[in-house]
């Protein structure tokens, strides 16, 4: 899967969105063109891992964000760099607009140890236990 890494998108103070019918001003188009193209990364994304969940490459299971991007997209932008996000599954938008790497959360998905946790997300660690006979996936909160 080959994507430029996310634009780092971070809404201005004074930002406000532009009404219905107004014209876009010199501040707000650069800004709409990068949360449309993170909207796009997270997208092609979630595409990305429903074909490989589809091929059984993805154990456990895969809760896709299709049809949600803009609201991770559009809250995330808003955050500072310090505040924190809780999330339970669908996250591979969030965690793609916050500035993650594409390949590390395919990676992360597929159960490999070049993941963002290390292969230890709850769906990698759900084929391991499922393969060694010791039942399906579980939370952990770790």
Do not use: N
Not at 19 to 34: K, Y
């Amino acid at each position: 899967m080959s994507s430029p890494p996310p634009p780092k998108v971070r809404l201005p103070q004074s930002a406000t969105p532009p009404s219905i019918g107004q014209p876009l001003d010199e501040t707000s188009a650069p800004l709409l063109v990068e949360l449309y193209r993170t909207i796009v990364l997270c997208r092609r994304f979630e595409e990305a891992a429903a074909k490989a969940y589809g091929q059984g490459k993805i154990g456990g299971f895969c809760h896709l964000y299709i049809g949600q991007e803009a609201v991770g997209v559009g809250a995330i932008s808003a955050l500072q760099k310090d505040d924190w996000i809780v999330t339970t599954y669908r996250d591979h938008a969030q965690y793609l607009a916050r500035g993650g790497d594409p390949r590390r959360a395919m990676a992360e998905l597929f159960g490999r140890r070049g993941g963002c946790s290390r292969g230890l997300a709850p769906p990698a660690r759900a084929r391991r236990t499922t393969r060694a006979g010791r039942g399906g996936g579980r939370p952990d909160a770790r």
